[in-house]
Nanobody, 125 residues
Framework: QVQLVESGGGLVQPGGSLRLSCAAS????????IGWFRQAPGKEREWIAC????????YYADSVKGRFTISRDNAKSTAYLQMNNLKAEDTAVYYC??????????????????WGQGTQVTVSS
C-alpha cells in the first residue's frame, strides 16, 4: 500500500523553526522527485520546494528561499523540510508529494502522483 505520511507540524512563534518529515512506504522513494506544497486557508495550494532523485538538486519558491531547506534520506525513505525564521504568512497545511519523473523538479501540482495527508503549521505569538 502506497503511503506518504507527514509529521512535525505544530504551533511555533515567529522567528522559530520546525522540521517536517515525510515518510514513504509501499514504493521506492529514491526513484521519485519529492515536492513540498502548502495551502493556507482560502488560498490555492502552492509549491514551495523540490528535490530531485538523480543528483539531489534542490529548488525553492522565492517566498521560502534562504529560510527553508529540503532534504532526503533514501535509506530511510524519508524526506524533510527544515523551516527556519518562520513568519505568520507561513501558516498553512503542508503536504509532501512525489513526482515519478525523478530527475525533474516541477512546481506543477499535476506532475505529482502520491500525496500525504498534510500537517498543520501555525506561526503565531
Amino acid at each position: 500500500q502506497v503511503q506518504l505520511v507527514e509529521s512535525g507540524g505544530g504551533l511555533v512563534q515567529p522567528g522559530g523553526s520546525l522540521r517536517l518529515s515525510c515518510a514513504a512506504s509501499g514504493f521506492r522513494l529514491d526513484l521519485y522527485a519529492i515536492g513540498w506544497f502548502r495551502q493556507a486557508p482560502g488560498k490555492e495550494r502552492e509549491w514551495i520546494a523540490c528535490i530531485s532523485s538523480s543528483d539531489g538538486s534542490t529548488y525553492y519558491a522565492d517566498s521560502v528561499k534562504g529560510r527553508f531547506t529540503i532534504s532526503r534520506d533514501n535509506a530511510k525513505s524519508t524526506a524533510y523540510l527544515q523551516m527556519n525564521n518562520l513568519k505568520a504568512e507561513d501558516t498553512a497545511v503542508y503536504y509532501c508529494a512525489t513526482n515519478p519523473r525523478g530527475w525533474y523538479c516541477s512546481s506543477a501540482i499535476s506532475d505529482y502522483n502520491y500525496w500525504g495527508q498534510g500537517t498543520q503549521v501555525t506561526v503565531s505569538s
